[in-house]
């Protein structure tokens, strides 16, 4: 199992402490820089006085007010009706900067984590102000790479292994479809692929075309895996064709930079097979760390849900139980079980989308032979699993186009109609966000061909017999999407089933494209 060093919960109480110092210390220099007056204990202030008699910008407002919290929690300031008043001036930053490498030195493998929040503290009055960008100093840092941040750091190392090894236990050993919201560095799917059987589907998604770029050359020749990636925004609403897709979902440290979490966990959660799994990293304890240098990034002001989270982006353990709970999913595990242990701060979550299970009546009916009233005559490569999902139902299975051909030569043969059970074609669907080549765009032309020619060939059959069966054609997944415009290689068969109706309609039945992901039976019945 992972494990960390006996050792950090005591350091990072350590530094939690410092940053209380380090946040007073942020708003002295921000308070001079903007007034020009002396930081003096006694001095009293609201945030509107900083809006109206500073540079303080108002999309940083909740950056301030948590300064401020903190620097009453280390004792520099106290909490009035309308504000703050200064108790003592704080540390001077010679202090400061002595005390964090004196930390540093007692734990060197934190350097980048720490040097980054010295960084960050430097540039809390520009930030404030708006004359710095917090996101440039994570993502345009020559100092700390986002590497060392989310992938070569001790706490997150041990976290994206301990995700790897909670995958590798829940796998139940057959290829799976991976989709990865906000991947960011890689830092986790590095962790992830080499758990994964071959033949699994990677699909690595963001919002940064760069995080793409880069993870394109460092991923897609992993051996064993089709890896692929895409741009993807969570709080959009999922295009139907994604719906039902994944065996597992996994999102890093990013669900709580969205602003509605509990609709991003629902577009997360569509994306699943019914017994799909949700994989997430999250910090879960409150740090004033995080605050000091996640809090320079607008995704961590963004939450809008107050009713969930009133103060802060971050939810504990119990809540994120509740939430997922309350979405319908089983939670499987969120470990680690002790926040403030050896691998403090943060949790790795596994949950279950729930596979939906008939009513006792349905299951009855399943087998009974009025799920399908009447004989049918059944073909398509969807046609024994049909027949297996409904095995009390009077169905005649031709398997191939000469067994067809017999069955529709036979005098006695008596059935409602032809139904032909052509496959979804969901395998050439584009991936979320995924920009098609022309190579591949020219590799779903065949996939529709491919699918084409079986279904005209059993067309023509039924129209040079003396049967006069209405011939119904069943797609799954392969109406054109309203929400995206996108249409798969089953697409083409709608426009096949449009001109047999015209040509033949003597045999005119239709075109039925049943929900992806989706059962025959079930959907049939309400069709029967």
């Not at 930081?39 to 301030?64: H, N």
């Not at 941040?149 to 001790?154: E, N, S, T």
């Not at 596994?350 to 005559?377: C, F, I, Q, Y």
Request: proline share 7%; with cysteine; charged share 20%.
């Amino acid at each position: 199992g992972v494990s960390g060093d006996p050792a950090w919960p005591a350091f990072l109480d350590r530094l939690d402490g410092l940053c209380a110092a380090l946040a007073g210390a942020a708003l002295r220099r921000a308070w001079a820089a903007g007034r020009g007056k002396t930081w003096r204990p006694g001095l009293c202030f609201s945030t509107q006085d900083w809006l109206d008699r500073t540079a303080l910008q108002p999309d940083q407002v909740l950056l301030f007010q948590r300064l401020c919290a903190m620097a009453v929690e280390g004792g520099d300031l106290t909490a009035q009706a309308e504000g703050w008043q200064v108790i003592v001036s704080p540390s001077t930053p010679q202090n400061l900067d002595r005390e964090l490498s004196a930390l540093i030195d007692t734990q060197p493998a934190f350097r980048p984590e720490l040097t980054l929040l010295a960084q960050a503290v430097d540039a809390l009055p520009d930030v404030l102000c708006g004359r710095t960008q917090g996101v440039e100093l994570l993502f345009d840092n020559p100092e700390v790479s986002l590497q060392a941040l989310y992938g070569d750091a001790p706490l997150a190392g041990c976290f994206n292994r301990l995700a790897g090894d909670l995958l590798a236990a829940d796998l139940a050993g057959g290829p799976v479809s991976v989709l990865e919201i906000g991947a960011g560095s890689g830092a986790t799917t590095a962790a992830l692929l080499p758990q994964l059987p071959p033949g699994s589907r990677y699909h690595f998604t963001d919002i940064s075309q760069a995080f793409l770029d880069q993870a394109a050359r460092r991923f897609a020749a992993t051996s064993g895996i089709d890896f692929t990636t895409g741009l993807l925004d969570i709080s959009q609403p999922a295009p139907a064709e994604q719906a039902g897709r994944r065996d597992l979902v996994v999102a890093a440290n990013v669900l709580h930079a969205t602003a509605d979490l509990k609709a991003a966990l629902e577009q997360a959660v569509r994306r699943l097979k019914p017994g799909g799994r949700l994989l997430l990293l999250e910090v879960t304890r409150r740090r004033r760390r995080f605050d000091l240098v996640f809090g320079l990034t607008p995704g961590w002001w963004a939450f809008s849900d107050r009713d969930l989270r009133p103060d802060h982006a971050l939810l504990a353990p119990a809540d994120w139980r509740a939430l997922l709970t309350d979405l319908g999913l089983e939670v499987l595990a969120i470990l680690p079980e002790d926040l403030a242990g050896d691998l403090p701060d943060q949790s790795v979550i596994l949950a279950a989308k729930p596979v939906v299970k008939a009513p006792e009546k349905a299951v009855d009916k399943a087998v009974d032979k009025d799920l399908l009233p009447g004989r049918w005559l059944v073909t398509g490569p969807g046609a024994p699993a049909l027949q297996a999902a409904t095995p009390g139902s009077d169905l005649l299975l031709a398997s191939d186009l000469e067994a067809l051909r017999a069955r529709l030569a036979d005098p006695d043969l008596q059935a409602r109609g032809l139904l032909y059970l052509a496959t979804a074609g969901q395998a050439s669907s584009p991936e979320d966000g995924e920009v098609r080549q022309p190579e591949q765009e020219a590799e779903t032309a065949d996939d529709g061909l491919a699918l084409l020619t079986p279904v005209l060939q059993a067309a023509q059959a039924l129209m040079a017999s003396d049967k006069s069966l209405p011939l119904w054609i069943v797609t799954q997944g392969g109406a054109p999407d309203a929400l995206s415009g996108h249409q798969t290689s089953a697409a083409a068969l709608w426009g096949l089933g449009r001109t047999f109706a015209r040509e033949a309609p003597g045999n005119r039945g239709g075109v039925i494209d049943l929900a992806p992901a989706s059962a025959w039976a079930g959907q049939l019945a309400a069709f029967a």
